[in-house]
């Protein structure tokens, strides 16, 4: 696996590289420390997402229910601080409330053995549903002056994002669990085959289930630096990020059928996409366009390895 | 799978930190922030006498690009730069949520424009790039749906807003014979001109000479068609003695008729609102819509492109009294809270509606 002649964190590196090299040369406005500091803030939640994402998709599983945690955690907390509940209180209920959510996908896919891929497009739907249930289609804004400059200022002196401390905290904290821990191997292990990973005592359950229940706090947490940066709590935050947290996992290398992928891969993918999104959007490519973008580099990161693969004369990676 | 006693743990920490929490924390009332109206670019004085900017660049951020109506606004807006020898453009996102217009505030801060003509989705999400937009010297020009008053400088309004929600009342009351159900069809519920249209048609129906009307529910459409579609269909099948329907959305307006041209309510349930003469041409020549309203969202577009390049070369500053030059429309004066008011809305009926091409 490993004797690839170009490591395919390389050419993301490489592609950042020239994205950004494109931007300071030829778009006006791009290479400014604002710019920069907006760009990176821009995609924190996304970010999160695509953290929470990483390890489960290493197992072979998947949760496109991360945008629908966000919005109803959004939700939960427009309602709370609405009702008056002091925001110091509302920060962990809302983690409690993403852990709740994130476990009922756990039980389901642990317990009951569903496919965790029907298992989170049920809940995509049921969480999304659930944030108009507590705060209907109104918007909650208001939030504290004290706590907003957290998700949109710079940690001072730098043109740093504070929120780029949570993100950069998860991610070191990912890579380290992920590449240099038993529960990080035993990832791979499962992704590559869960009989075996069971039979060589894995406790493969055990770990799933923890997987979802992160994956629900991670994304309380992006919902936490959205609600605050945009100071509106709206069921409908965030909703459609799912698609752009998977493109960047499976652009960073991760492989959809599970056992393999990096931290560094991921970081990558998500530098290079938010780099891409910043100069169309400074070059005034419209959106549509660069929904197209969003879905051939969707399509590419899957094919990509395969194609590899095939050209190397090897069979395509094992299902499962 | 999870060991109860780490759930435990878990569990009691959590407590711990929400206990703490609820000793005196921040809360909605301890931290009320107070609104301050109308930013007017503290520190700047206006000097009505400078020429406009040369080759002023302005750019018009709509709700979504697929609106029609933001699209014929937004042109108009063009048209007011051009004419000032200025550089206009539209650019814009194409869904209506809350925070999708923010990354477009950036970039035209980033492009070094010297005005931004915005029409808000969320009066609160857009806030605060706004005020990032302000403090490094952009102009800020609201325009048919309003931001927070201190993160703009002039909010260009199509009519006065009271006007629209009580003529619409009189419309719909006329169409129906001033008794039965009606219902509102608005876009989203976050729209601020539509939820301030709301509240005027709501006192308006307190009026004595109104009780015979009967508001039974507000649905919202999104400003989709098919969603319209769809609540105007429910609307009907959910009230059976649902006499009229108002729609002071140009998309639920079209939506709505659409289905009912269709129906059996086709001629029994009355609809009005707010539509272009160019969508609601063949409801009204079929008979499904009587009449209906609209102000010119071209000129409406124009005044704000007047506006912004008004602001972005320092004649005026969004202060209560200043005046300036709209072209075509003569000289305007902004009003109070930095609102600058188009006049009073156009009814278009079979009579008229063939002078309109808009």
């Known amino acids: 696996m490993r004797e690839k002649v170009v490591r395919w964190e390389v050419v993301l590196l490489l592609l950042c590289g020239a994205v950004f090299a494109f931007g300071s040369s030829g778009t006006p406005g791009f290479a400014d420390a604002g710019n920069i500091a907006f760009l990176l803030q821009d995609f924190a939640e996304v970010a999160l997402l695509a953290m929470a994402l990483l390890p489960i998709v290493l197992t072979g599983e998947i949760d496109l229910s991360v945008a629908s945690i966000l919005g109803f955690c959004s939700a939960l907390i427009g309602v709370l601080w609405d009702a008056g509940v002091p925001f110091e209180t509302i920060v962990p209920l809302a983690l409690v409330a993403g ?25 995509l739907g049921l969480y999304r549903g659930l944030a108009y249930g507590v705060l209907g289609d109104g918007a909650v804004t208001g939030f504290p002056e004290n706590y907003r400059p957290f998700a949109t200022d710079a940690i001072p002196g730098t043109f740093l994002p504070y929120t780029m401390i949570p993100v950069l905290l998860v991610g070191l904290l990912a890579a380290l669990v992920v590449h240099h821990t038993p529960v990080g191997r035993s990832l791979y292990a499962i992704g590559l085959g869960e009989q075996t990973a069971r039979f060589s005592g894995i406790r493969v359950h055990r770990v799933k289930f923890a997987l979802f229940v992160v994956s629900g706090v991670l994304c309380a947490v992006a919902s936490l630096i959205y609600t605050l940066r945009y100071n509106s709590a709206r069921a409908d935050n965030a909703a459609g990020m799912e698609l752009i947290a998977v493109t960047a996992v499976l652009l960073g290398g991760v492989s959809i059928f599970g056992g393999r992928g990096t931290v560094l891969g991921v970081a990558s993918a998500l530098l290079l996409m938010a780099g891409l999104r910043n100069v169309l959007f400074l070059d005034d490519v419209t959106n549509e366009v660069q929904n197209v973008i969003n879905g051939l580099l969707l399509i590419v990161s899957v094919l990509v390895p395969v194609a590899a693969n095939t050209l190397r004369g090897r069979r395509r990676p094992r299902l499962g | 799978m999870i060991r109860s006693a780490s759930v435990t743990k878990v569990a009691g920490a959590v407590l711990a930190l929400v206990l703490v929490g609820a000793c005196g924390g921040t809360t909605k009332d301890s931290s009320a922030g107070t609104a301050a109206g109308g930013s007017t670019g503290v520190g700047r004085t206006a000097d009505p006498d400078a020429p406009i900017k040369e080759g002023v660049k302005v750019a018009f951020l709509p709700k979504e690009v697929d609106n029609p109506y933001e699209i014929i606004m937004d042109k108009g807006g063009i048209e007011a730069v051009t004419e000032l020898k200025g550089e206009g453009k539209e650019v814009g996102p194409s869904d209506a949520s809350a925070s999708s217009q923010v990354s477009y505030i950036n970039t035209l801060v980033q492009q070094r424009q010297d005005a931004i003509v915005i029409a808000a989705n969320d009066p609160n999400a857009v806030a605060p790039a706004l005020k990032d937009a302000m403090a490094k010297g952009i102009a800020v020009v609201t325009v048919d749906s309003d931001a927070a008053p201190d993160a703009r400088q002039v909010f260009v309004n199509q009519a006065d807003s009271e006007e629209i929600g009580r003529s619409q009342i009189r419309l719909v009351s006329a169409q129906v014979g001033g008794r039965g159900k009606i219902a509102i069809l608005s876009a989203t519920p976050n729209a601020t001109n539509q939820n301030t249209w709301i509240e005027f048609m709501k006192d308006e129906l307190a009026k004595p000479e109104h009780a015979g009307l009967e508001l039974v529910k507000v649905a919202y459409g999104d400003d989709d068609d098919q969603k319209s579609f769809q609540e105007t269909q429910a609307l009907l099948q959910s009230i059976p003695d649902l006499k009229g329907i108002v729609s002071p959305t140009t998309v639920g307006i079209s ?86 008011i188009l006049g009073p809305p156009t009814t278009f009926d079979a009579g008229n509606i063939d002078e309109f091409d808009f």
């Open chain 1, 99 to 123: 852990a709740v959510l994130g476990s009922v996908n756990a039980a389901l896919v642990v317990w009951f053995g569903l496919p965790a891929l029907a298992v989170t497009i049920g809940t």
């Open chain 2, 255 to 340: 939506a709505a008729a659409r289905y009912l041209s269709s129906s059996p309510y086709k001629g029994k349930v009355a609809l009005t609102g707010l539509g272009t003469p160019n969508q609601m041409r063949q409801f009204v020549k079929d008979g499904t819509v009587t009449a209906f309203a609209l102000w010119d969202p071209s000129e409406l577009g124009y005044l704000a492109g007047h506006a912004a390049a008004a602001l972005a070369s320092g004649r005026i500053t969004g202060a209560e009294g200043e005046k300036f030059s709209a072209g075509r429309l003569g000289e305007r004066t902004i009003g109070a809270k930095g609102e600058v």
